[in-house]
Each structure stands twice: as C-alpha cells, then as structure tokens.
C-alpha cells in the first residue's frame, strides 16, 4: 500500500540557488514532521544553463528515486525559462505553478506553451510572485530562492511559514547573520504582501 | 530505538561527518565528480582546524591510492574517494592494496566510463574493478552508506582487507534525505583504534619488508591465501553488521523480512517473481513492490564481493523467477551480477533473466520497473 506524496519540481537557473530551493523546501518539511526527500537534476555546470530539482515531501518514508514526471506544484525562479516547453510536463488540473514575475495569472497563461496536449494549465493554478523586485529590493541581489518558497508556504499546507524561516536560518548560518535576516526579511513580505 | 537526533542531510555530507568521526589520520584524494562534495567537505575541516587528520593532495588518483596504500602500511586509519575514471587510474594500486592486505577504505560514487564522456551513475566503474581483492558493499540510502563505512573499517582493520563502500553517483551523493549519524563515542566502542603488531607495520625500529616478491613457488600462495580470507570474511560481515545494529539500531523498514550485512529481503514471502539488484535502484522497485497488484520479491545485495551465494540461494527457496536489474553491461558476454547469480544458482529450477537499465544516468522510473515485472512474471 502506497500512501499520496507531494511532488514539487523547481526550475531555474545555474547560480540561482535551485538546488538550495528544494533542500529548503524538504528540511522545512521534515520540521513540520514530516519525510521528505530533495534532488537536483544536474547538467555539466554551467552558471545560466536551466537547471531543474525535485522535492517529495509525505507523511511516510520515501522510497522511490525517479525524476519527477507528475509533478503537484511548479516553481519556476526565472520568467525567461516561460519558453521552455520541458517546464510544464506532467502539469495536471491541480498543479499549481508559482511563478517569478510582476505579470498577472492571465498573461502567464498565454505565454506558457506545454509540450504536449496532456499538460494542462489552469489560470487559477498560477501564482504570480515578483520576487526579483523583493529581493532586490530587500536582499539586495537577485537571489530568489528563499523569496519564491515564501509564495509556497502561504499557498500550499507542505510546511509552515515558521518551518521556512527555521531552514532558511539553517541553510543560510554560514553565510553570515546579515545574510540571513535579509532573507527572512524578504520572505516575510512576500508573505504578508502578495 | 536510537537516540541520537534524525538529520536531514545530502549523502555526501553524511559520508564525510561519519568519515570524520570515524577519525582516519591519513585522507587523501584527487577530486571528480560525482565523489566531490565528500573530498571537499573533508578538506575544509582541515583547513578550518576542526579536525586532526592529514589531508594530502595528490596530483591524481594514482597517487592518491598511493599515498593511502602507503600511509596504510606505516599503521595508520585512511580514507579516500573516488569515481569513474578515478577508480579505472586506481586500480593498478587497488590490486596491490588487496595483495599487500592493507585495510584500506574507500568510497565509490559510482558513475559511468567514458565514451563518450558522461558524468552521472551507473556501475561500470566498481565492475570493472570487482576482481581487485577489496570487498565491495552497496548502499540504498544515507543511513546504510553510513553503516556502511563504520563497518568498513571494522571488517578492514580486522582482516587486513580493503573495503570499497559503493554509492550512487548524485542519486545518493547530490540527494538530500533523513539519516541518524552515530556519534564518535558510539563508533569508538564498535571500532577501536586499529590493531598494530609488531613486524605488520613499516616501522624504522623493526624493520620490515611490505610489497615483496613472489615466485612461481610462493605466488599462488598468496593468492590462495587472499581468496580464502575474502570468502571466509561473509561470516564476519554478517556477525559484524548485527552487532553495529545493535549498537546503533536505527528505524525498520516495513516490508523488509530479511536484513543482514549481506542481504535485504523486501516484500512477499510467496513471490511469482524476485528482484535482484543494488544500490539506490532498490528504493524504486520497493515502491513499485507495494503498488504492484500480485507478489514480488526483491533481494538486495549489499555485499557483492564476496559474493553472498548462499544467502541468496536461502532467500530464493520458494521463487521460480528471478529478474537481475543492474546497471552495467558485461561487454561481449552476459552482465556481471546476471554471470554471479547463474553460477550461484546452478543446478536449481530457477529461471533466471536480467535487463541492464539506469546506464550513464538515465532515469529509472516506475513505469518502466513495472512494465519490466509485467513482462517477465507471465
């Protein structure tokens, strides 16, 4: 007997902290009590090449090791990666798709093209985050990383808000206090904003 | 249950905290993917003054197996990794590790070899190097690649014998997962500090000759003699392994009715079919194992070499079909756990298939194990 599994597959690019992105997501997970597993897709490392990651996250131990092909929720960090129909495989009626961008749900939609009649995109399954002004605007840099999860945290049940900002200090201690605050600064906007 | 903290780590994080606690006075290594994360984390602790051991840098993996062998024959605990063509550069020094029985431990990420160039798992690597005398595990997850290397020491220091722990390439080094470390108290009273006596080890005030000659007369001896200590070493493994589970018992598996340091048994007791493979692949066929309407087994192995024949023939009493899922061909001939498992199975009424699948990185999903029970079970 099998038990449900969420699935959530992060796209990006090299040098954004996509790999990081799915670490948070499960660690923030295995704080709320849960099991979780996280994995990146590597090409040959390039900083820009597209870069993809899976997190799994159920109430079970997780014993499968297969790529994400059906996946429940869609981060996508980088709006230039729109064009790129691998994004969108195995998007059914209630993946939800939290994208980085200032434009609407509607505008998104036009512009995503799946690769195959079976993916589907709901207007109402995507979210719109701009989390390149927040955390430039925030951070500093355009690290968006941590700023998109806060989008998740508030539009899934995978962890809490406060699970999020535990990993985040985690993940983040060694890169300095500064660092870390900002960060959490700019999740708790997004947050409380968007 | 244990008591130490679960913690949620990349497996090459884990390797190097239980590598580091385990407290080797010698690491060295060449790094290459997908190994590197170990080496690097092991280096940085070096360098951040937070642990005693000498890391050297070697200009290739040839030399890295060199400096190991030799500080191994001064007394001294070593580690190092490696990958792919790292373990092909090797293998020269690996074959005289084995021969001079310096109990040297060593991690394998495994990946595929060139050509062409590619740089994610498969286990072309350990199996052309599985005649090398060193006793090779495999691990499914973090928490076994960390039992794992605790026991490879032991099982090491013990017999005089090398030990290649074997991970999968990023599917376990690159992933992040739940583990329980043991701490360095709890490893201390499992492995005790190695063992030296007098006139096995290079020592200037009793001097020694290491790495001698043999002739025609004594050659075959030592050959002989390695041979007999590798298969006599599965009874080793096996008391080993249940004493360090006692030590530091961790969660059970549901589903599994046999765990050893030999062998795991997953799912029916009456199967129309048995798996057998290695590595992290058998998380896969688990979970495909319990969504799969009629009964299956899986076998599997943790140690390859030896080779556990009995323990396999035990656990196959009640299968008529046995399916080898693995992740290396055998050039020109039938692929090698295929080529074990027919010579440990010889004479039985058991029909024996095997699909080679996984290589170089490719992704073996659910679909396609369960196609692949579909086929063979009829």
């Known amino acids: ?194 | 249950m244990s008591s130490t903290k679960k913690q949620f780590l990349e497996g090459a994080a884990a390797i190097a905290e239980v590598i580091n606690r385990i407290k080797p006075e010698v690491v060295s290594a060449y790094p290459i993917t997908p190994q590197t994360h170990i080496v690097e984390d092991l280096a940085q602790r070096v360098a951040d003054n937070k642990s005693a051991y000498e890391y050297v840098r070697a200009e290739s993996e040839f030399a890295a197996a060199s400096i190991v062998l030799g500080a191994s024959a001064t007394g001294a605990r070593t580690y190092s990794a490696t990958s792919s063509q790292g373990l092909l550069l090797m293998a020269e020094v690996l074959y005289n590790i084995s021969g001079m029985r310096l109990p040297v431990v060593m991690t394998v990420a495994n990946r595929a070899i060139s050509g062409p160039i590619n740089i994610w798992n498969d286990h072309s690597d350990i199996m052309a190097l599985r005649d090398c005398g060193a006793i090779l595990l495999f691990a499914e997850t973090h928490q076994e690649a960390i039992d794992q290397h605790v026991l490879a020491y032991k099982i090491a220091e013990f017999l005089n014998l090398p030990v290649l722990v074997n991970v999968d390439g990023f599917i376990m080094t690159h992933a992040f997962s739940g583990c329980y470390l043991p701490d360095s108290k709890t490893i201390k009273k499992f492995l005790p500090k190695r063992n030296l006596v007098k006139g096995e080890y290079l020592n200037p005030q009793f001097p020694v000759t290491m790495g001698v000659f043999g002739g025609p007369d004594s050659y075959y001896l030592f050959r002989q003699l390695l041979q007999k200590d590798l298969l006599n070493s599965l009874k080793n493994i096996k008391k080993e392994y249940a004493d360090w589970k006692k030590i530091f018992p961790t969660p059970k598996e549901s589903g599994t009715l046999t765990s050893n340091g030999l062998i795991e048994y997953y799912g029916s007791k009456k199967p129309a079919l048995v798996i057998v493979a290695m590595g992290t692949i058998c998380g896969t066929i688990k979970k495909v194992i319990d969504d799969y309407p009629k009964k299956i087994g899986l076998i599997k192995i943790r140690c390859y070499r030896p080779f556990p024949s009995v323990e396999i023939k035990r656990a196959l009493k009640k299968t008529k079909k046995v399916l080898v899922l693995e992740k290396c061909y055998g050039l020109g001939h039938e692929s090698p756990l295929k080529l074990d498992l027919s010579a440990a199975l010889w004479g039985e009424k058991i029909d024996l298939r095997s699909e080679v699948l996984g290589l170089g990185g490719q992704d073996v999903t659910e679909k396609k194990i369960t196609n692949l029970i579909k086929h063979y079970e009829k």
């Open chain 1, 1 to 194: 007997m099998s038990f449900s599994t969420t699935q959530v597959r992060v796209h990006g690019r090299g040098g954004q902290g996509v790999v990081t992105a799915t670490e948070l997501i499960a660690l923030a997970a295995t704080f709320d009590g849960q099991e979780a597993q996280a994995f990146p897709f590597f090409g040959v490392e390039r900083s820009g090449a597209p870069v993809v990651s899976f997190a799994r996250i159920s109430k079970q131990p997780i014993k499968t090791r297969e790529q994400i092909y059906r996946p429940d929720y869609l981060i996508i960090q980088d709006e230039t990666l729109i064009g790129d129909k691998n994004i969108l495989a195995g998007a059914h009626n209630q993946t939800k798709i939290i994208i980085n961008s200032t434009l609407s749900p509607a505008e998104i939609k036009k512009q995503l093209k799946p690769l195959s009649p079976k993916d589907k995109i709901y207007e109402k399954n995507i979210i719109c985050t701009p989390a390149t002004v927040v955390a430039l605007e925030v951070i500093g840099k355009n690290l968006v990383n941590t700023v998109i999860l806060s989008a998740l945290a508030k539009n899934s049940s995978l962890f809490s808000l406060d699970s999020l900002k535990k990993a985040v200090r985690l993940k983040l201690a060694s890169k300095g206090k500064a660092i870390v605050e900002k960060n959490l600064k700019a999740i708790k906007l997004v947050y409380e904003k968007y």
